[in-house]
């Protein structure tokens, strides 16, 4: 599976909402509302001009497969992710953290992601890219400190 993470664009703002608007990802969100197109493009318009914050669009092949957020607070970067509805299971999950790790944003020294407990899938990214689980309240946080 060839994949690469591409820099996301105002023309992937539509594309990224139909991602997340989908009942499993808004399952496994940490806001378990709809959202509306004017909503999220004032959000997205926000986050793709905020130095602080990186969206990729991962593609394999032709096709773009899913989205990656880091945000960095400080050293941290925390990362959010989506994989496109019909290419779940594939093995993209996995695969867009480990990208994620070679797409750092500059002075970030650890990755961190926070999953609901129900969401097995993504805790399994997780874990078979080496990060450690740390049980918080209501989510998982994964860390893993990056050399």
């Not at 591409?6 to 990802?25: C, G, K, M, Q, Y």
């Not at 867009?96 to 020294?109: F, H, Q, T, Y």
């Amino acid at each position: 599976m060839q994949c690469r993470l591409r820099n996301a664009n105002i023309n992937d703002a539509e594309l990224i909402l139909e991602w997340r608007n989908d009942v499993t990802s808004i399952s496994h969100s940490r806001n378990t509302t709809m959202i509306s197109l004017e909503e999220h493009l004032k959000w997205f318009q926000k986050k793709i001009n905020d130095p602080d914050c990186s969206i990729f669009i991962l593609t394999s092949g032709d096709d773009n497969v899913g989205m990656l957020r880091i945000e960095k607070k400080k050293d941290v970067g925390e990362i959010s992710f989506i994989i496109a509805p019909l290419h779940r299971g594939h093995g993209f999950g996995k695969k867009i953290i480990e990208l994620a790790e070679k797409s750092l944003v500059d002075g970030v020294k650890a990755l961190i992601g926070f999953v609901k407990k129900d969401n097995f899938i993504s805790q399994n990214c997780f874990q078979k890219n080496d990060y450690c689980c740390f049980d918080s309240m209501d989510c998982y946080c994964f860390i893993k400190v990056l050399q």
